[in-house]
């Protein structure tokens, strides 16, 4: 159990380590506020010369929805309360469940739709004690774990190519919007985001990534969540990303991975803006003394 807390501890820290060290505090202009220069969350949702949404800006995970409160954690919040809430439940009827960042399908009827081989390897990584979660070893994060992750991530944006900037572990990803195609499954080097093209149905910038690093290529890589839920090297993600209101970011996360789920499954991230706030240089690997100073069999 030490050890189980040991690790998850990491993870928590690494969580929580911008409450701490921030950038002094920057009233961005253009923002539309309220009388108390509050940031006015339901104002319209900005948008490119073009016309399309513009998703720049500095965006955290929306908190208060996907709370999962695992086990392993017991130890560290002894002291604060116990209940574990129920699954969150969508204001929208229509909207998919939401994403968990401890456990993806936290709030999946029936769990997440695991092969035998998924659910075997899930099972190894949690007796190991998820100690090599990829966020615990400064490693790069799978694609849902960074979208519920609870440090923050700049969104850049342009005609062409859309970049996101998470503050956790240093991850970067780009979107191609520019007319390209998604190249086949397994015609590029494998790389630990994929390869990412977005076009638009709408106002909706439905995103397709592949040519990912799955479970097969090492035990940091194919983690869906802190508890393990793997993706293989065969992997399709499909995002589906609105700005519905100035404050508000909606991304569907389908995956297809036949290797590793029994069907395709949709989970849902909420983010909201913080535009008063700028990710932090978060250079993980600078104070890795984890192995170092916690003994793992």
Partial sequence: ?????????????????????????????????DAELKVRMDAPTPRMADGKPDFSGNWVRFRGEGAFNPPELAGLTRNQAAATPAPAKPADPNSPPIAAFWEMGANVPGGLPL????????????????????????MPMGLT??????QPRKIVQNASVIAIMYEANYGLRYFYIDGRTLPPQGSVQPFWYGYSVGRWEG???VVETNNL??????????????RGSPYSDQAKFIERIRRPTFGKLEIDVTIEDAKAYTKPFTVRVNQQIAPDDEIIEFVCNENNQFRRRVKID
């Avoid at 040991?6 to 009233?27: L, N, R, T």
């Avoid at 690093?213 to 802190?226: C, I, K, N, Q």
Wanted: net charge neutral; hydrophobic share 45%; aromatic share 8%.
């Fill in 145 to 150: 774990q960074f979208h519920t992750h609870g």
């Fill in 115 to 138: 092969t035998p081989w998924a659910a075997a390897l899930k099972k190894e990584r949690m007796a190991a004690d998820m100690k090599d979660n990829p966020d615990a070893n400064c």
């Fill in 1 to 33: 159990m030490t050890r189980a807390i040991a690790g998850v501890a990491v993870i928590v820290m690494m969580c929580s380590v911008s409450i701490a060290a921030q950038w002094p505090k920057y009233q961005a202009p253009g923002v539309p506020r």
């Fill in 203 to 205: 106002d909706t910038l």
């Fill in 213 to 226: 690093r799955g479970a097969e290529t090492s035990p940091f890589d194919g983690w869906l969540d802190v």
